[in-house]
């Protein structure tokens, strides 16, 4: 097992009262499996996802990543483990503006520092031209078109070769044939690389794509 | 290049105008720190030297800081003792037995020191009458404890050497009484002795008081024309470092017994105005620094608001807190270090272009350049301080981006 959750709750504090965006949800994601998280506007997909991501703590319930409860870690060791194991593509590409194709790819590689530069630059030029981006790997983010950048978004998250991609309803802002682009890469990846994806969308036919859907309402998980 | 140092050093050149502004809030801070340290630093150092140069670095007249102890407090040290009515014997003062004192103090590695009678006395000449200092000293000895022979006019201290009758007298002194070199003065001390000197040295040290007031005569001579022979009331001392002669004057005065005063301890209120201004000069120049600071928290704060988005985004990769707080630090240090290398270059134009300027003051008889200071410290102050106040200033944003939380910018799709 990749990734298992226990009863995991997200609670935000807020001025008028506290609001559950997640309640006592329980997943498990394997490996090289391909699942999607679907339900409608405000139900917690996202949030679920942001927990499975470590990017938020939950404030009750377990993660546990390869086994290991991780629901403890300090900030800096989550950290480590999203830079070694995990990527995101989000809605908005999320690219750093300053920087080129090129560049936004091997900022990831760079930080975990496991090849040369001279290999990092090699392996990320490969990751932009898989992605058919070998005409744009010194373009700033700007020079691109949506499709484009949600492509380079992906090339980044593939940079460090993670076992778990979460994307964040990735096709959201996109017109129909670049989504279309973008949900057949996603797909392949799952067989080309081997890692497991974890896709949140609101579109029925994406997660058709999937080989499995957890749906969510009111930050429940009712279905799977 | 290193990754943080990369993505520092884009966010700066991303935004151009604004770095530029601030850096060339640090750029001014840090020239103008230095052209107002330097000549600062530069007229306290000439006013210094000037008081150091002039007048010996320490002093030993021929007095007691505190009276001498009477046999009984001797005898009982212990004991309440009451001496009443103490009367000091009617003595010749002087030093007593300076021979001894002069070979101790010519045992010392750091310090010359030279005998001095100094007395009053009246020249006249062509029946102008003038009240003046006469002082009696060694004329091969001048030059080591004193500057007049830097203050020649006319003739030279070398001629006291061979014409033990010679005066070395101020301009100020020799024009009211209209005499000039070679001319011959009578000078008449306490108790009706009169010699006649030939004038063999006019100087000029632009002390008023100075230059009228202090003639200088063979030692020898003023012991014979005050009555005091074979004594002195005086040693000047010149140490090899002037600014150890608080310390050592108190040494000496310790197995000497004799008061012996340093040029710091003569000019206590005069450092003491110094180092209050000082204090208000690096307030000031500090304030250039401070504002440039505001300038670079600016810039660097709104590049933290406008950089929530890759600030989250950087996190979710993978960044740490400390390395995203180390990114904006960086772009603090690295306006430290662009302010500094091109702010101390420019400092050094100003210093250049202040030691042009040439004046006149009031009274002055020559046209004198602006005094400045080169001096290192004055340098290591600027930079540290610059980069200081860009770290700082850079602390406070950086730290509030560290503390930015990746969810609640990709929650808001921002």
């Not at chain 2, 006319?154 to 007298?169: I, K, Q, T």
């Amino acid at each position: 097992m990749l990734l298992r959750t226990e009863n995991l709750t997200r609670t935000l504090e807020t001025e008028a009262m506290p609001v559950t965006l997640v309640k006592q949800a329980s997943v498990e994601i394997k490996e090289g499996e391909y699942v999607a998280i679907k339900g409608p506007s405000g139900s917690g997909k996202s949030s679920l996802l942001y927990l499975l991501g470590l990017l938020d703590r939950p404030t009750a319930g377990k993660i546990f990543y390869r086994d290991q409860d991780i629901s403890n870690f300090s900030n800096n060791k989550l950290a480590k483990l999203r830079l070694e194991e995990m990527g995101f593509v989000f809605q908005f590409h999320f690219l750093l503006p300053e920087f080129t194709s090129l560049e936004n790819v091997m900022i990831p590689m760079r930080k975990l520092a496991r090849l040369s530069d001279k290999e990092i630059k090699a392996v990320a030029t490969e990751r932009l031209v898989e992605l058919g981006l070998e005409d744009h790997i010194n373009k700033l983010p700007s020079q691109l078109s949506g499709g484009q950048r949600q492509r380079v978004a992906i090339a980044r998250a593939l940079a460090n070769n993670p076992k778990l991609i979460l994307a964040d309803e990735p096709t959201g802002n996109l017109d129909t044939q670049s989504s279309e682009n973008v949900q057949e890469i996603l797909q392949n990846l799952v067989k080309t690389h081997g890692c497991s994806v974890v896709v949140v969308t609101h579109d029925p036919e994406f997660a058709k794509r999937c080989d499995r859907t957890i749906t969510i309402v009111d930050g429940a998980i009712i279905k799977e | 290049m290193p990754l943080l140092f990369f993505i520092a050093l884009k966010h700066l050149l991303a935004r151009k105008r604004q770095s530029i502004v601030s850096l060339m809030g640090i750029i001014l801070g840090v020239a103008f720190f230095l052209a107002i340290s330097s000549i600062m630093q530069g007229s306290e150092a000439d006013f210094i030297k000037r008081l150091v140069d002039n007048s010996p670095h320490i002093t030993v007249s021929d007095e007691y800081r505190s009276p001498r102890v009477q046999p009984a407090e001797k005898l009982f040290e212990e004991g309440a003792i009451d001496i009443a009515s103490v009367k000091p014997l009617t003595e010749t003062r002087g030093i007593r037995g300076y021979q001894k004192i002069l070979s101790y103090l010519g045992n010392q590695d750091d310090l010359v020191a030279s005998p001095v009678l100094t007395g009053s006395a009246i020249i006249s000449f062509a029946g102008e009458e003038e009240g003046v200092t006469l002082n009696g000293m060694i004329p091969e000895e001048i030059h080591t404890v004193s500057t007049i022979q830097d203050y020649m006019k006319e003739g030279s201290v070398d001629r006291l050497m061979s014409n033990p009758d010679g005066v070395l007298m101020g301009q100020s002194l020799a024009r009211r009484l209209s005499v000039s070199l070679n001319d011959t003065i009578s000078v008449a001390a306490q108790g009706g002795r009169v010699r006649t000197f030939k004038i063999v040295g006019i100087y000029q040290t632009g002390r008023g008081g100075y230059d009228r007031r202090q003639i200088f005569v063979t030692l020898k001579r003023a012991q014979s024309l005050l009555g005091r022979t074979n004594r002195i009331n005086a040693i000047l001392v010149k140490m090899t470092d002037p600014n150890t002669a608080l310390t050592r004057s108190k040494e000496i005065e310790q197995i000497i017994k004799y008061k012996s005063e340093s040029w710091q301890e003569q000019s206590e209120d005069l450092m003491n105005t110094l180092a209050i201004r000082n204090m208000i000069m690096y307030s000031v120049v500090s304030a250039v620094l401070l504002v440039a600071a505001f300038g670079i928290y600016n810039v660097i704060s709104t590049v933290v608001m406008e950089k929530h988005r890759d600030i989250a985004i950087l996190k979710s990769m993978g960044f740490p807190s400390g390395d995203i707080r180390s990114i904006f630090l960086t772009q603090g240090v690295l306006l430290g270090i662009a302010g500094n290398i091109i702010g101390i270059p420019m400092g050094c134009a100003f210093i250049l272009g202040l030691q042009q300027i040439k004046f006149r003051p009031p009274g002055s008889s020559e046209p004198i350049s602006m005094p400045v200071s080169w001096d290192w410290e004055q340098f290591a102050i600027a930079i540290a301080f610059a980069m200081f106040a860009s770290i700082l200033a850079s602390f406070l944003p950086a730290r509030k981006a560290s503390h930015v939380q990746p969810v609640d910018i990709l929650r808001g799709g921002l």
